[in-house]
Every structure is written in structure tokens, then in C-alpha cells.
């Protein structure tokens, strides 16, 4: 089938969509069928955090393939789920200790609709401004990040009340510890005016924003949102479905800012392409869930298990959470120095290997332009960015965690002469 013939046939929904013909990857790296080499700091939208094809998550991978390729898991156990869960457990806090698997990202983020709803038998949610949570109808209802996503699919999910978030509330002349405060007397107003702490079942906030625009909130915006819950008693559940695993320089984004969640959404980097995703809650809270409510057909798949239960061990043995950490603080001070040459770049921020880098145009709008040409002149020269942010102002970096700092020397040569070029300097 020609590459035409293949992307006439496929509907178009991606606005970021490249043609290349991807025919394999090898760690930072990505090959077209013409044999052209790309760097991937998309990590396929984080992903493949131990980079594409880790041979040892490969050779996982292969020994199940030879033994079993379903489950079958709504009525067969299977004990590789047990391994997988210890495998999980050994990198959270003693009171995450019950899970529920899925497969993809928004299908963790209906289990965690469901399961607040089912076990307090409370009827509304909160979401902040920003937030990106998934595109089925449940998930996207909760999603507020760009317009787009939600125009045409209305009615959504009843029950769901947006609060603000610090970094939409930047035009104020407040400092940020008083963006927090207004932002957190607000989320309490919200909570007892449009729906009342009797009628809430949980709150839901990525701790670090993803398709918002890479944006990391003070931390006692997120100790203040966690607070809040527990005065009231209502759930917390924090989506880490692009934060965990690493890709923050921590295994769980949480951890930074010293709250623990009542549940937490994985998915992504889990299995390091493999479709897996689930929630990770208290047992006294999952046993809430009366046998038969909630389930599907296919999670978690087998050769999905072998690859998570890997993938874990891949990022322990190869301190590849250390090194997010490191690459990361190294990208970021070498992404502040563009950002002194360049008036165009107005912030880099972030954490770990999850780097954010906002332009804005030369008449001070959002960067949305500029982005776009940044990120085409950087694929035109062999490395893959992504853009995010409501406006698509911010380039993202998400480079694997198997990332050296001569991969960063490396793109940054080429992020920079993107970035005069589009500048038309
Ligand atoms: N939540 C977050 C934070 C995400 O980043 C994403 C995916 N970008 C999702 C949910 C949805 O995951 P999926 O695309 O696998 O449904």
C-alpha cells in the first residue's frame, strides 16, 4: 500500500501528524522505510520512556508472545498480574496497594470515574483549568486544555465543576503564592456553591501539567488542593498517566510535591509502547467496587505484562530515573541560556525529562506560529518536538530516559538553528 493510499484512508485527526513512513526505532532513535534517521524527543508522548525497543523489553516480550497471547483475564487468573502489581506496588507508598488494569490512558481515567462514584455513591467531580485527562466521553469531560477537544461533543458528562489553576491566572498583578490562595478560596467556593462536599465524590488534577503546556504549579497549590479534600472528605485522584515512571525525575510526579493521591492513574511509559494503563488505590477503597461493575475484555494483555514487569526493572537497574533527573536539569539549564539569546522564548520550565519551552511572537502573542515552525524546521532537520498549550505556544521536550547529555548537545545544535530560522535570523 502506498503512503498516499494509506493516509487517504485514514482520517486526518492529528493536527501534529508528520508523513513519515516510521519503519523502526533503536533507543532515542526513529528510521523511515528511505532508511533517514530522526531523533525522537517525543518519546512517542512519553511513552517509551526507556526508549524505543529496549532489547530486554523486546526479548520480554518475545518469550510471551510464545506462550500466551490472552488472558482471558475476566475469568482466568493469571499470577504475572500479581507479579506485575508487586512490581508496581515496590515503587509507590505502602497505601497505594490495590490496582485495576486497562489499556489505554482514558479508559484509566472512566475507571476512576466509576470507581469514586460507585464507592461514595456522590455524583460530582472537580477538574482544574488546563487539565487533559483523555477523549472518551467520561475523560474528555473532565478535559479542559484546548477548545477543540471538547467543541462538537457536547452534552458532556453531567457533574463535572472546573476550578481554576495558578498559571491560567498569570495576567493578575498577584505574586504567586496569591494566584495559589485565589485559586484555592475558589476551588472552596466552587466546592460549596455550584456543588456541595455532599455531592462531590473527588477532585482530578495532573500534579504536573501535560497537554496544558508543561506547566509545574507551586507546590502548595497541589498540598493546598489535598487539604481541601481531606477537610471535606473527598477523593484525590492524580492523573500521572504522562508524569509517571520516571519522566519527571521521580518514578511518580507526586512525590515532588510531598501529597500522596487516593488513587492514581498510570498508563504511558508502564510498558514501553505495549497498551497498559490502570488505577492504583487503597484495597479498602477498590473493595468498594462490587464484583461484576466495572471490567473489559482484553486488559491487561500478557505480552503488555511482560513488557511493564521489564520496563520496571529496566528503570531500576539503568538508574534511568537518576538520569531524568540529571539530563533533565541539564537540558533545562542549557534551554534557560536560549532562552537569555532570544526574546522570543519567554519560559522554560519543568521536571525531569518533561521540559516545556513557551514562545511568544514578536507582538507578544502567543507563540503559536513561531512553535510551528520550530517544531516543522526541527523535523526538517531530523529531530522530532511536539508542541502543547492551549495555543500550541510551548515545545515540549519528552525525551527517552536513556537520553546522554551528548543526545541533548546534539538536538539543541538543531533546536537552535530551527529557531533562528524561524525567526528569520
Ligand atoms: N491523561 C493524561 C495526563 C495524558 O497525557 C493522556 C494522553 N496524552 C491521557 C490522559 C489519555 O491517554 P490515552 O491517549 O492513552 O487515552
Not at 13 to 32: A, K, Q, R, S
Not at 209 to 219: A, D, M, Q, W
Not at 333 to 342: A, P, R, S, T, V
Request: aromatic share 8%; glycine share 8%.
Amino acid at each position: 500500500m502506498s503512503l498516499k493510499s494509506y493516509s487517504d484512508s485514514v482520517s486526518k485527526v492529528w493536527p501534529l501528524f508528520t508523513n513519515i513512513d516510521v519503519d523502526y526505532g533503536e533507543g532515542i532513535f526513529l528510521y523511515d522505510r528511505k532508511g533517514k534517521k530522526y531523533i525522537d524527543f517525543t518519546s512517542g508522548i512519553g511513552v517509551t520512556n526507556t526508549g524505543h525497543c529496549h532489547p530486554r523489553v523486546v526479548n520480554a516480550i518475545k518469550k510471551q508472545s510464545e506462550k500466551l497471547l490472552h488472558g482471558q483475564t475476566t475469568i482466568l487468573y493469571n499470577s504475572m498480574i500479581d507479579e506485575l502489581a508487586s512490581s508496581i506496588k515496590k515503587i509507590l507508598p505502602d497505601e497505594l496497594n490495590c490496582m485495576f488494569f486497562s489499556n489505554s490512558g482514558s479508559e484509566a481515567v472512566e475507571s476512576a470515574i466509576k470507581l469514586v462514584r460507585h464507592a461514595t455513591g456522590k455524583p460530582n467531580i472537580i477538574c482544574f483549568q488546563g487539565g487533559y485527562h483523555g477523549r472518551s466521553i467520561g475523560a474528555l469531560s473532565l478535559t479542559t486544555a484546548k477548545s477543540v477537544y471538547r467543541s462538537g461533543y457536547q452534552p458532556l458528562m453531567s457533574g463535572v465543576f472546573v476550578s481554576p489553576h495558578p498559571y491560567f491566572k498569570q495576567h493578575s498583578n498577584e505574586n504567586s503564592e496569591q494566584r495559589v490562595k485565589h485559586c484555592l478560596d475558589e476551588l472552596e467556593h466552587i466546592l460549596n456553591t455550584q456543588t456541595s462536599p455532599e455531592e462531590t465524590a473527588a477532585m482530578i488534577i495532573e500534579p504536573i501539567l501535560g497537554e496544558g503546556g508543561y506547566v509545574v504549579p507551586p507546590k502548595s497549590f497541589i498540598q493546598g488542593i489535598r487539604n481541601i479534600c481531606d477537610k471535606y472528605n473527598i477523593l484525590l485522584i492524580f492523573d500521572e498517566i504522562q508524569t509517571g515512571f520516571g519522566r519527571t525525575g521521580k518514578y511518580f510526579a507526586f512525590e515532588h510535591f510531598k501529597v500522596k493521591p487516593d488513587i492514581l492513574v498510570i498508563a504511558k511509559g508502564i510498558a514501553s509502547g505495549l497498551p497498559l494503563s490502570g488505577i492504583v488505590a487503597n484495597k479498602k477503597l477498590m473493595d468498594k467496587w462490587v464484583t461484576g461493575s466495572h471490567g473489559g475484555t482484553y486488559a491487561p494483555n500478557p505480552l503488555s505484562i511482560a513488557a511493564a514487569v521489564e520496563t520496571i526493572k529496566v528503570l531500576e537497574e539503568e538508574k534511568l530515573v537518576h538520569n531524568s533527573e540529571d539530563i533533565g536539569n541539564y537540558l533545562l539549564d542549557k534551554l534557560q541560556n536560549i532562552k537569555n539569546k532570544h526574546p522570543n522564548v519567554i519560559d522554560v520550565r519543568g521536571k525531569g525529562l518533561m521540559i516545556g519551552c513557551e514562545l511568544i511572537e514578536e507582538d507578544g502573542q502567543s507563540g503559536t506560529y513561531i512553535a510551528e515552525k520550530v517544531r516543522k524546521n526541527c523535523l526538517s532537520k531530523g529531530l522530532i518536538l511536539l508542541t502543547c498549550g492551549p495555543y500550541n505556544q510551548v515545545i515540549r521536550w519528552i525525551p527517552p530516559l536513556t537520553t546522554k547529555k551528548s543526545d541533548i548537545d546534539r538536538s539543541l545544535k538543531i533546536f537552535e538553528i530551527a529557531l533562528k530560522q524561524s525567526l528569520g535570523r
